[in-house]
Nanobody
Framework: QVQLVESGGGLVQAGGSLRLSCAAS????????MGWFRQAPGKERELVAT???????YYTDSVKGRFTVSRDKARDTVYLQMNSLKPEDTAVYIC??????????????????WGQGTQVTVSS
């Protein structure tokens, strides 16, 4: 059974940091781009960051300079280091694996495997 399992979420004060992890099991995604999305109540799912199999990264404008995505292929794990957190970063953070081994999709439709999500709450 293929699974993506996130961990590392929690409650943090504004300006604080969290590191999210997403561990894959059941198959390897080392040749696939991985993405981090987030979804706040009443809002659409939003792409936060992606990382390709070649370690190229993409960030949405609102997190540039604050978030860093990385991956450890040996552990089949993807990370999202989040610094200088703001209340508007509050959301469920979800990792996903791209359907294809080509490129890094920028929309949810390009991802075929999803984790269950981990809650991040930033207090002001």
């Amino acid at each position: 059974q293929v699974q993506l399992v996130e961990s590392g979420g929690g409650l943090v004060q504004a300006g604080g940091s969290l590191r999210l992890s997403c561990a894959a099991s059941g198959r390897t995604f080392s040749s696939n781009a991985m993405g981090w999305f987030r979804q706040a109540p009443g809002k659409e799912r939003e792409l936060v960051a992606t990382i390709t199999s070649g370690y190229n990264t993409y960030y949405t404008d609102s997190v540039k300079g604050r978030f860093t995505v990385s991956r450890d292929k040996a552990r089949d794990t993807v990370y999202l280091q989040m610094n200088s957190l703001k209340p508007e970063d509050t959301a469920v953070y979800i990792c996903a694996a791209a359907r294809s081994t080509f490129g890094a999709p920028l929309t949810p439709q390009g991802y075929g495997y999803w984790g269950q999500g981990t809650q991040v709450t930033v207090s002001s």
